[in-house]
């Protein structure tokens, strides 16, 4: 999960790099690295910092001594994996002779064998990653004359494992070698420049010329130009990547940190992701989807599979599917999908739900229905991302670059679009009277004003979050909707507060947990009306019979709840089909202002990367 840049042919490479790593940091940010080509002296400069979220900020101090007349130049921010997050672990490695110099971003499986014939031929290693054996291999082959394409081509033979790497040489002072499997890369070109990233928010602000590289493609990149070819070098046309992001969709733009803009664009992002996708009388119409109607018509099991949040939307969409489309579906955590031995046939819908694209687990995880013979479907969003590009059909939310490390509009996104994808499996099914469709989809659209409203309480919510802000120990319950929100609220607690949190089926507390409930302990439980309200508050009585306090999610003004519990979470009221993308705002905030209150950071919490390339 790593971010990579790479600039050749820009006198201010160096400012380009961290500029690109500062927007690449939220891949992981235990360190950071640059390694530049001089041109004058014919050396390789680099420079690394290990410094838990301040590396890139440091890392722009010291690149003051990198060269004047800068050549070839390639950066990397790291999310440890092999080795601890030390600055002789960070990137970039450089090989024996100091004159090649490598990031990587992926695993190397079978590092430890390459290590051993490495080891055995005399090379000294400095780190302990498994990425670092790449850069010898590169190194022999150099030495015995080949290009630096040539010599990357014939290392990335002998690797197994996902990677996508970039490489300079002080020989070729003006050529990066860039190449992926599985984890992406992006190369492009304006002028006299060419550019290397992981992202596309890292090279828009030199070109929006940019072309996605495919398995096992391998890129040379010089000054104005690109060359593309597969391991065996024969050439490949690079495929052009459509940009629909501005650069200044991915900077804070003048809130204190992303996961605040990010919570209030939500709004836009669940307007923008159903825009012409339905209207008011039910008709549906997914564009990139590309599985005939027909098709849709015959499926007779829906498969969701994603990670985390993601996984939480396809919880709910587990819900939504059987509602509309009156077809059986599961939702599968993607880590245990693929060893599990799931049925999975030719009428099976697989859904994957990546923000990313790029969720290592969730890739495999449909690999494995698509091998199974399912039809998959990547519903994700950034464009072109690698399970996008992999799938059958595709349904891209649209909410824009999602920097903080916690998904927000991207989940409100999935829900919305996913709350679509069963009512258009519900119409072309006929499972759904025409009265239904058109009310279900009045619902939706008229969701982003809700949306609206919950984030502009932000103030409120944060006045009854700081009441907790000491909590220790917390249960999230819900019921039916309610569930995946209470998931989603343990989830954004634990990873941004750092505060124990579990989430249960209300009704599950009893056979069970709720033997740890006692005076001290917080339950925050959906409590919105539907006809399980009763049941859920049967519930609630039996978490404050054992002294539990209890926050609620409540309809606005719903006294009853109110004088029911210690403290509520008032919410615009909308269907309950739909009520996850609304319930869902008022835990982010409490996440948010437990985690504040605590002097966490909120967009890079420790431990965690934003995009999660590795098993
Ligand atoms: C939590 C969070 C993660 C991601 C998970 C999957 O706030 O962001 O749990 O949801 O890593 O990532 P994607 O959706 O990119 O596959």
């Known amino acids: 999960m790593c971010g990579i840049i790479g600039v050749t042919g820009a006198r201010d490479a160096c400012a380009r790099l961290v500029a690109g790593l500062e927007l690449l940091e939220y891949r992981g940010y235990d360190s950071a690295g640059v390694a530049v080509c001089d041109r004058v002296s014919g050396d390789l400069f680099r420079a690394r910092v290990a410094e838990h979220g301040g590396s890139v900020e440091r890392l722009s101090g010291r690149v003051a001594d990198a060269p004047e007349d800068p050549g070839a130049a390639i950066g990397h921010t790291r999310w440890a994996t092999h080795g601890r997050p030390t600055e002789e672990n960070a990137h970039p490695h450089l090989d024996c002779t100091g004159r090649i110099a490598l990031v990587h971003n992926g695993i190397i499986e079978n590092h430890r064998e390459l290590a051993a014939g490495l080891d055995g031929r005399g090379h000294k290693r400095t780190s302990q990653t498994d990425s670092e054996v790449l850069v010898h291999l590169v190194e022999e082959s150099a030495a015995a004359g080949a290009s630096l394409t040539e010599s990357v081509r014939r290392c990335l033979s002998v690797v197994r494992g996902d990677f996508a790497i970039a490489v300079v040489s002080a020989a070729e002072p003006e050529v990066i070698v860039a190449a992926r499997r599985t984890s992406p890369l992006i190369v492009g070109v304006a002028a006299s420049v060419g550019i290397v990233a992981s992202d596309v928010a890292a090279a828009l602000a030199t070109t929006r010329e940019l072309y996605a590289l495919g398995e096992d493609e391998v890129a040379t990149v010089r000054p104005g130009t690109v060359e593309v070819a597969a391991l065996d070098g024969s050439r490949v046309s690079p495929r052009r990547v459509e940009v ?26 669940v307007r923008d992701t159903l825009l012409g996708r339905v209207d008011a009388s039910g008709r549906t119409e997914i564009e990139e989807l590309a599985i005939p109607d027909e098709e849709l018509a015959s499926v007779e099991r829906v498969q969701l599979l994603a990670c985390g949040s993601s996984y939480h939307a396809a919880l709910a969409a587990r819900q939504a599917v059987e509602r509309w489309a009156r077809l059986p579906a599961e939702a599968d955590v993607a880590s245990e999908f693929r060893h599990r031995s799931a049925v999975v046939g030719p009428r099976t819908l697989a859904v994957a739900v990546s923000q990313s694209g790029e969720t290592v687990d969730s890739l495999h995880a449909m690999r494995e229905a698509s091998r199974a013979g399912a039809r998959v479907v990547a519903l994700t969003n950034v464009v072109d991302s690698v399970m996008a590009r992999e799938a059958d059909g595709i349904m891209y939310t649209r909410a824009g670059p999602e920097i903080g490390v916690a998904s927000t509009k991207s989940h409100l996104a999935q829900l919305a679009l996913l709350d679509l994808l069963a009512l258009h499996l519900g119409r072309v099914r006929g499972a759904i009277s025409g009265e239904e469709l058109a009310e279900a989809a009045g619902a939706l659209l008229s969701l982003h004003e809700a949306v609206e409203t919950a984030v502009g309480r932000g103030d409120a919510y944060r006045a009854v979050a700081e009441r907790f ?143 999660v390339t590795v098993e």
């Open 469 to 611: 802000a000491h909590v220790e120990d917390v249960y999230f319950l819900g019921r039916r909707s309610g569930l995946p929100v209470a998931y989603e609220g343990a989830l954004k607690l634990k990873e941004l507060a750092y505060v124990r949190a579990e989430a249960y089926p209300a009704g599950e507390m009893k056979h069970g947990p709720i033997s740890l409930v006692e005076p001290g302990v917080l339950v925050v439980v959906v409590a919105t009306r539907t006809t399980l309200w009763e049941k859920v508050m049967a519930n609630v009585e039996e978490m404050r019979a054992r002294g539990a306090t209890v926050l609620a999610v409540a309809d606005d003004g719903d006294e009853e709840t109110e004088r029911l519990v210690d403290a509520v979470l008032p919410v615009p009221h909308v269907a309950e089909a739909c009520s996850a993308v609304v319930n869902v705002v008022p835990l982010q905030f409490l996440a948010y202002t437990v985690a504040r209150a605590r002097g966490n950071d909120v967009d890079r919490p420790r431990n965690l990367a934003k995009v």
């Open 244 to 269: 629909s992001w501005s650069v200044q969709r991915a900077l804070k733009g003048g809130y204190p940190d992303f996961m605040s803009k990010e919570i209030h664009e939500q709004p836009q992002a």
